[in-house]
């Protein structure tokens, strides 16, 4: 078991890579809290990890609301007695979001306040518990979007993102004598909910599938693993990093499809 004896929380914990963490953390032995605004599908889920021998809380968050983010630790501490890990995971991709001259002001508030400040209450609220705790692990949710220009425009996104590796990389230098590494995971395009709306043709899903060398979507159980990874102490000399998860998007200039001779 590599989380035996450890609390996480994992917000955004009740759809896409979320979901598939908290299963894959509680199976490696962790207590698990489920923070999400979905309270039906977070409590089914944390009914099924406690019928599955595990044990989890489902806590009502919504991740750019102070009052929440500080109820949401409050529950890990009260229902497991301490946190060690602290997944800051939600985030959205709202379907207006366009280039900057497209893109209302209300579209560009929601998306920063969910995705940057969301991470940044996560973790002020999340850090002084594992300080409690005598250390831990912060893993906050980037994006490959993060690192490379996207031909489709999406900016609010792309800067929300900038900004969480940018975050990343300053906490986990503060935070680095204190035992706590903070790492941000970027994921490449992934076959979840988040996307697939937005991608909601064969033809947008096509457009963007040209652009990894793999040739397909990557699956929220891969993001999982990663974040196994870096929630256990099996990365404990690992922070301040960018994990990417891509399947070689980053690494592409052209993909094999297109030096294929035709
Ligand atoms: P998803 O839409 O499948 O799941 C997101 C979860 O977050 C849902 O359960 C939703 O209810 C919850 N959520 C939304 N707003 C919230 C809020 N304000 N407070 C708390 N919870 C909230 O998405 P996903 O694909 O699993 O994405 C998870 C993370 O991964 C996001 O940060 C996303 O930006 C990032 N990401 C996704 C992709 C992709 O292609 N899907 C790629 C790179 C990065």
């Known amino acids: 078991m590599r989380l035996k004896d450890k609390v996480a929380l994992i917000t955004g914990g009740a759809g896409g890579i979320g979901r598939e963490t908290a299963l894959l953390f ?48 409050a529950v890990a501490e009260a229902e497991f007695g301490a946190l060690h890990v602290l997944f800051n995971n939600a985030g959205i991709m709202l379907a207006e979001d366009a280039d900057a001259v497209a893109t209302s002001e209300e579209v560009w508030d929601r998306t920063l306040a969910v995705n940057l400040k969301g991470v940044f209450l996560g973790c002020k609220h999340g850090i002084p518990a594992l300080r409690r ?14 690192l490379m220009g996207a031909a489709t425009p999406q900016l609010a996104y792309t800067a929300s993102k900038g900004g969480v590796v940018a975050m990343t990389r300053e906490l986990a230098v503060i935070h680095a004598r ?9 994921p490449g395009p992934l076959r ?19 652009h990894i060398p793999m040739g397909r979507f990557g699956e929220a159980r891969e993001i999982a693993r990663a974040a196994l990874y870096l929630a256990s102490d099996e990365s404990s000399f690992v922070t301040g990093t ?13 993909t094999p499809e297109a030096t294929r001779p035709r």
Request: proline content about 0%; overall charge positive.
């Open 242 to 254: 960018e994990f990417v998860v891509d399947g070689g998007i980053t690494a592409a200039y052209v």
């Open 178 to 186: 204190e035992n706590i590494r903070v790492n941000a995971l970027c």
């Open 26 to 73: 509680a199976r490696e032995g962790a207590r698990v809290v489920i923070a999400d605004v979905d309270d039906r599908s977070g409590k089914r889920l944390a009914g099924r990890i406690e019928r599955a021998g595990g044990a989890a809380a489902y806590c009502r968050a919504d991740v750019s609301r102070d009052g929440d983010c500080a109820s949401m630790v």
């Open 133 to 146: 705790a005598g250390g831990g692990s912060v893993i906050n949710t980037a994006s490959f979007v993060a």
């Open 192 to 210: 979840t909910e988040l996307l697939m709306k937005v991608l909601d043709t064969a033809r947008k899903q096509q457009r963007r599938l040209v």
